[in-house]
C-alpha cells in the first residue's frame, strides 16, 4: 500500500473514531429531521436501526422569514413523519426552530408566544409514548441582550409547558447558549438538554453541566448517513435511555 493510501486510511479510521459516540453511549440510535432532508423512507430507517427521530414541526420567523419565507411556519412534512416514523416503531418528538424577535419585553414576549401558538397548531395533542418536545435555540440571533433572550425563551417554555403538561428539551450547543448569560435557569427548572457538539468525545456541556443533570441527547454528528434518508442527517444518542424522555 502507498503512502498517500496509508494515510487516506488513517485519515478516514480518525473520522470515523470522531463522528461516533462512546460505546456506552450508542445504545438507542436516533435522528432528526426537517422539511429539508425530504421525503424519508421511514421503513429503511426503521431497517438501520434508528430507534428515535425529533421531527421539525414548525419554524419561527424572525430574520430568517425576510430571506425565504416558504422556511417559516409549519413544516409541511411534520405530519407524514411523525405518521410513518411511528407506524415502524421509531418514537418521535417534534421540535420547533426557533428565530427570536422583539426589541422591547411587550413584542418580545408576543413573538414568543406566536410561535408557540404556531407550533402547538401543528402538532395538535402530545400523545403518550411520544417523546417530549423540544426547542431549538441556537445563532443567528436577533439583537435581544442576554435578558431579553431569557425571557423569549422563557415565555415560549412556559407556554408550550401549560398547553402540553410537558416541561420541553432545549437544544442548543455551548457557544450560543452563551448568549442567555450561561443561565441555569431553565435546567434547574426541569428542561432536559439535548446538546450539539459533533465530531468529538464527549459534549461540552453549557451552565454548569446543565446545573449537574449533564446532557439528556447529545447531536453528536451532523454529517451522518442512514438508510432511507438521502443526503446527510443528523445522528443523535440519549444518555439513561428512552424512558425518561418519554411522555406518559
Known sequence: ???TAIAATALAALALLLTTPPAEARSVSGVDVSRFNG????GKVSRAKIRFAFVQASRGKGQDCTVRASRCGPDELYARNYRRANAHGIRVGAYHRAFVGGDDPTSIVADAKQEAKVFLNEVGEVRSGDLKPALDLEQPFEDLNP???RLWTRTWLDRVESATGIAPLIYTNKTSWAATGDTTEFAIAGHPLWVANWDVKAPAVPAANWAGYGWSVWQYSSTGNVRGIEGHVD????RGGLGPLTVD
Open 235 to 238: 445522528r443523535n444518542t440519549v
Open 39 to 42: 421525503t424519508i423512507n421511514w
Open 147 to 149: 435578558s431579553q433572550l
Open 1 to 3: 500500500m502507498s503512502r
